[in-house]
């Protein structure tokens, strides 16, 4: 991005002045080099959120933000529905609720070792993973009903899990106010046998190392020391998020005349919040995330059975689960007064400062767990809400590093079986069904995950905990 | 791309996070075909594919470029709900209505090593247009 386009506020906040017809300015809470890596489109991106009816004091990217379609990936916007806000289909992206959850173990290192290859291979037995695979759980009509409503919760009453698990969720593992009539049937038809599957991409399950904390008193306090063995898992809303996102798009695309909208991208396809089709897509939606909810409980299941197997005293508790790609009714303050506004993340976490009513009664001194994906052969990081980010993006942080390269690229840089074994010899199990998908998602294809967490630590977006490496990596 | 080369052919185009489609031939439809076969090799070489199952189509919409979205994504959603791969099109279109074939099978892990699977066709470099060599080029990003 040219940065004679932005305005430096301070180390980590630029500024794009409103211009045109952008009705608030643009915000990137990044460092100089991140910004100056970001992609032109990125600049298009976030100041053509800007020009959204009904935007609130500003169109946000944060440290990872990269070109997406319609918002930049890494962005955030909140509309207001007293002011004439629009929810956006584009806003939230085909990956409804795509998310990271984290699990405690209770083991080390030099517990894993023994028994890696075995754990690696029924791990992946056992967790669905890639193009065609399916879950073993059917949904007829009534129990994808009941889904589509009770999310995680649903899960849990169908024996996926703990109750115990559903205080560490967001929503409390169940989003209010979904609509599963509003889900048309070929949304659900695609879904009813992919539940408790990871899917492809860069979505993973993998079992990682805590190699450095930080800021002790915080680690301390989510319980996590160097050498614990965490499980990390990364999937979304399936098929069922995927038709959503498609289906709503096209509505909203044809729709907007109707409203008055004039669209810079049809990609940020979008309908007043208080229409019907807003109303609508805020139900499915909805719907979307419990399905991801779901679907991220029932695969902890399928890792906790596999546990159970072969290492029967480890204890898999869940730390949190986080989601990225959503639109929330949230209270913020803007100037003194508190406003209720339906914040946009798109390949954005939900990063809540300490007090925070939504976040668990026991993490409350600590502030929200935020948990960032890195690669299969680099690192992931754990960070904290600050209370400083509440009056930032709406309390948000970055998702994960974002690609540096396509993934045509990273197939000429790189063969799958190479990855595999280079990344063995550095004491990391893959285990995927395609050696091109390997290629694909090559540790060097992806950014400086490093960096994108500094910044947002440095930008006072989220606080740093723990860095974990991975040890075992099932990809699809 | 060389819009001086007349055959019709597919290829991809780089996008940060995802991936974009092109098709080019000599007609509308059949820009529609080669992008169709763009959207296959992102996940599977549709070499490997055999083509002994078909599905039909039909799509609607006000425009050529929605229309073609709306192929790509008819695709896309009987890839994921019938876990099927497709490696040879037929698409007719009229007054931007099509009716399109689509011949492929069931995926095959270990035959077909499939790797990303496409979400969905978005609006993202979005165009259907005509060259001045009289060639029609079908393209947008999808999300993967």
């Given at each position: 991005m040219d940065l004679s386009l932005l305005t430096p506020v301070s180390e980590h906040e630029w500024h794009i002045l409103p211009t045109g017809k952008m009705r608030v300015p643009g915000i990137v809470y990044a460092s100089e080099d991140l910004v100056r890596e970001m992609d032109h489109k990125v600049y298009e991106q976030i100041t053509n959120v800007a020009t959204l009816p009904g935007i609130v004091q500003a169109s946000y990217a944060m440290p990872d933000a990269h070109w997406g379609y319609g918002f930049p990936i890494g962005g955030v916007a909140a509309f207001d529905a007293n002011r004439g806000g629009v929810v956006s289909a584009g806003g939230v992206g085909f990956d409804i609720s795509c998310g990271v959850r984290a699990l405690y173990t209770g083991l080390k290192k030099k517990d894993i070792e023994p028994v890696k290859q075995k754990l690696a291979d029924i791990l992946y037995r056992n967790v669905p993973a890639g193009v065609g695979s399916t879950g073993r759980l059917h949904l007829d009509t009534k129990g994808m009903?009941?889904?589509l409503s009770g999310g995680a919760q649903w899960a849990v009453k169908h024996g996926y899990g703990r109750p115990e698990d559903l205080h560490r969720i967001e929503e409390r593992?169940?989003?209010?106010?979904?609509?599963?009539?509003?889900?048309?049937?070929?949304?659900?038809?695609?879904?009813q046998d992919e539940m408790g599957t990871l899917g492809s991409g860069n979505h993973y399950l993998e079992i990682q190392e805590v190699v450095e904390t930080f800021h002790d008193p915080l680690s301390q306090q989510l319980g996590i020391q160097?050498?614990?063995?965490?499980?990390?898992?990364?999937?979304?809303?399936?098929g069922l998020g995927h038709q959503i996102g498609t289906e709503f798009l096209k509505k909203m695309v044809m729709a907007a005349g109707k409203y008055g909208i004039t669209l810079p991208d049809r990609e940020l396809a979008c309908a007043p919040i208080d229409s019907p089709l807003g109303q609508e897509y805020l139900g499915a939606m909805r719907a979307a995330i419990n399905c991801a909810l779901a679907n991220r409980q029932i695969v902890t299941h399928l890792v906790r059975q596999a546990f159970a197997d072969i290492l029967p005293h480890a204890d898999l508790r869940l730390m949190y689960d986080v989601s990225h790609n959503t639109c929330k009714v949230e209270e913020h303050v803007i100037g003194n007064q508190s406003r209720r506004l339906f914040v946009h993340r798109k390949g954005a976490t939900r990063a809540f400062g300490p007090g925070h009513p939504d976040i668990p009664p026991d993490l409350q001194a600590i502030g929200q767990p935020v948990l960032i994906g890195g690669t299969m052969g680099t690192f992931s990081y754990l960070l904290v809400g600050t209370a400083e980010s509440m009056n930032m993006a709406y309390g948000s942080a970055c998702h994960g590093a974002g690609r540096s390269m396509s993934r045509h690229q990273a197939t000429r840089l790189w063969q799958g079986g190479a990855v595999i074994e280079d990344l063995a010899k550095e004491g990391i199990l893959i285990r995927s069904p395609s050696k091109r998908g390997v290629a694909e998602e090559a540790p060097g294809a992806y950014k400086d995950v490093t960096a994108v967490v500094d910044a947002a630590e440095a930008a006072q977006l989220a606080r740093k905990v723990a860095k974990m490496r991975p040890l075992i990596c099932i990809k699809g | 791309m060389d819009a001086s080369e007349p055959s019709p052919r597919w290829e991809h185009f780089p996008h940060d996070a995802d991936m974009?489609?092109?098709g080019i031939g000599h007609s509308k439809a059949a820009a529609f075909e080669q992008a169709a076969l763009a959207l296959t090799a992102i996940t599977i070489d549709p070499d490997k594919i055999h083509p002994n199952l078909k599905r039909t189509f039909s799509c609607e919409a006000p425009d050529d470029e929605l229309l073609f979205v709306d192929w790509l994504n008819a695709l896309v959603c009987e890839m994921d709900t019938h876990k099927m791969v497709f490696a040879?099109?037929?698409?007719?279109i009229n007054n931007h209505q099509m009716e399109a074939s689509a011949w492929g099978e069931s995926v095959d892990r270990q035959r077909h090593e499939p790797a990303v699977e496409v979400k969905g066709a978005t609006y993202t470099e979005l165009s259907v247009h005509?060259?001045?060599?009289?060639?029609?080029?079908?393209?947008?990003?999808?999300?993967?």
């Open positions: 009903h009941a889904m593992g169940c989003m209010q106010g979904a609509l599963p009539d509003s889900v048309s049937d070929q949304a659900k038809t695609r879904q160097n050498g614990d063995i965490l499980v990390s898992i990364h999937c979304g809303s399936r | 974009g489609i092109r040879r099109f037929h698409v007719m005509q060259l001045p060599n009289g060639c029609w080029v079908a393209q947008c990003v999808v999300d993967v």
